[in-house]
């Protein structure tokens, strides 16, 4: 099959995925020798716009995992915003060296929905949101070698298509609910209330963590405000200079030491063709 352009399209809110689908579609664009566009899908009006795409493209389409499948606050997005009009997708997510669980399955449904068709699927670990305990300096440059690896792959199979190809076949179940977090006891924890805490005395209210922020939560106005719906992502934590941003919810807490003391062993990365 002709391939005219790679697109790189991603929600990445503390710029995990975005790394690992840039290196994926850099990869790929060179190898097809065709022209590279990038198109974030992480800020609130990133989303609001609508993305159609063609027969000639090749479209690597990246997710952060949330509790086992895709952040379900954007999972609406992805589902209304995209249009394949049968262009070739790969589909890439990453996690946090717990697990991927259900969001690759996940996500390939979701494009295959949305009129892609998946020629390939990968999941990579990348340095936990929560904790740098759990891939820190992930992806690091053997999971880069991995990635370009796999986006060579990618190019020879769509170079030996003389027709649309059968769906991707990956793990798990897109219809699965979402993992459920739980504490140190062993018991569920419950924070989906728990909201970024400040500490005035180090923010100057520059208004990076609103600016951000995906969900659009914090008050730019006033950033210590956060009268939006928080999904946790930590972005304002990641990307306050001043870290000034911070979680104090104990049921948040009791989760992150748990996914410390349990899954810090380095897991690998998986990817289909």
């Known amino acids: ?10 929600y990445s809110a503390t710029g995990t995925t975005d790394k690992a689908v840039n290196t994926i579609a ?22 609001e716009k609508e993305y159609s795409f063609t027969e000639s493209d090749l479209v690597v389409v990246g997710s952060p995992t949330y509790a086992g499948k895709l952040p379900n606050k954007i999972l609406p997005d992805f589902q209304t915003k995209l249009h394949g009009n049968g262009a070739l997708a790969a589909a890439v997510v990453l996690f946090g060296n717990r697990g991927y669980d259900n969001s690759l399955a996940e996500l390939c449904a979701v494009l295959e929905a949305d009129g892609f068709h998946t020629v390939a699927a990968g999941a990579f670990v990348g340095r936990h949101a929560f904790t740098d305990t759990l891939g820190e ?4 440059w053997d999971d880069r070698r991995e990635m370009t690896a796999f986006a060579k792959a990618i190019a020879d199979k769509v170079l030996s298509l003389t027709d649309i190809p059968e769906r991707v076949a990956v793990p798990g179940d897109a219809a699965a609910p979402y993992y459920v977090p739980k ?13 970024p805490q400040t500490d005035v005395g180090k923010c100057t209210n520059c208004g990076a963590c609103a600016r951000f922020c995906p ?10 405000s956060v009268p939006g719906t928080c999904i946790k992502c930590q972005a304002c934590v990641r990307k306050c200079t001043r870290h000034a941003k911070y979680f104090d919810d104990p049921a948040f807490l009791s989760h992150v030491a748990m996914l410390e003391q ?8 998986e990817v289909f063709l």
């Open 137 to 140: 300096g992930r992806p690091d």
């Open 26 to 47: 850099e990869a790929l664009a060179q190898t097809l020798e065709v022209p590279l566009e990038r198109m974030g899908f992480t800020r609130p009006a990133e989303r």
């Open 215 to 224: 969900m659009g939560a914090i008050d730019p106005e006033n950033v210590a």
């Open 262 to 269: 349990n899954f810090t062993e380095p897991k690998k990365n």
């Open 1 to 10: 099959m002709e391939i005219r352009k790679v697109w790189a399209l991603y």
């Open 183 to 195: 504490g140190t006891d062993g018991q569920p924890a419950k924070f989906l209330k728990a909201k």
